[in-house]
């Protein structure tokens, strides 16, 4: 497993380095997969990324994890490119170190969560200003501060958390046809129109989305973010692609994954469900599952 230490040049003696727990992109953008579980045993987390049935791959992710304040912090991400992989790649490369270094980071996540989405947006489109390609990319990103869940989505990746077995979604797809999406789509003077399925303008099939500068004004980068505490009756986290989703329903992934104890092993077997049920998309998924018995445990003898 490749483990690089990227440590933020302007971080304070607060913050501890920052673990990239997986840097690397596989050349042939074929298929990919790993693992990674946290010093303390509480957290283990896995992903699997697949080029699937397209000729191109524009499916990346990004798992980080430090220490901000004496607290552990994860993050785990999801980007679906579209229209090529540069809005995706940038989001990789850009998206958690900016979020990192949002001042309000601790104090006020939800906050710094949304802004910094929307400046990173700005930042890629300012990129790419000189270029007359028109990426975007979704964006679906769950971030553990503590025991503290924030869920932040942007487009149609998806992220579901399995509690007592039961599948919750923290996200909700930005959909054309969602009907406050489709009201405010059409108040900012766009159309929603189908096109083999309901899209923005006739062109776009999700209704936010980084990049799209073509479709600025209706295709917003701002997320919705949901957040919640982790307790003991929260088993794993699933974030994926619509690769995924498009096959395989929100209770099925948490089926698949919950027969695993091992969450790299629990994110190949929702790929290959996803491939042999029939998705024609790139497939990434990432499954982290928390670990409660060994907190319990830890707790226990430090007492």
Known sequence: MNLSMM???????????????????????GYVSGGWKSEDGKLSCGYSSFRGKRATMEDFYDIKNTK????????????????????????????????????????NTKLAISETYQQTDVDFLDSEKD??????????????????????????????????GKAIPLS????????????????????????????????LAMSRAFGNRMLKQFVVAEPEIQDLKIDEEFELLVLASDGLWDVVPNEDAVSIARTEEEPEAAARKLTEAAFTRGSADNITCIAVRFHHDKADSANAQSN
């Open 7 to 29: 440590v933020d040049s302007g971080s304070t003696a607060k913050r501890g380095p920052v673990v990239d727990v997986f840097p690397e992109r596989d050349d042939d953008g």
């Open 68 to 107: 901000i304040h004496g607290q552990r912090v994860s993050m785990f991400a999801i980007f679906d490119g579209h229209g090529g992989s540069r809005a995706a790649e940038y989001l990789k490369e850009h998206l958690f170190d900016n979020l990192i270094k949002h001042p309000q980071f601790m104090e």
């Open 131 to 164: 270029t007359y390609r028109d990426d975007g990319s979704t964006a679906s990103t769950a971030v553990l501060v503590g025991n503290h869940l924030y869920v932040a989505n942007v487009g149609d990746s998806r992220t579901v958390i399995s509690k007592a």
């Open 172 to 203: 909700e797809d930005h959909k054309p046809n969602r009907s406050d999406e489709r009201k405010r789509i059409e108040s900012a003077g766009g159309v929603v129109m189908w096109a083999g399925t309901w899209r923005v303008g006739g062109v």
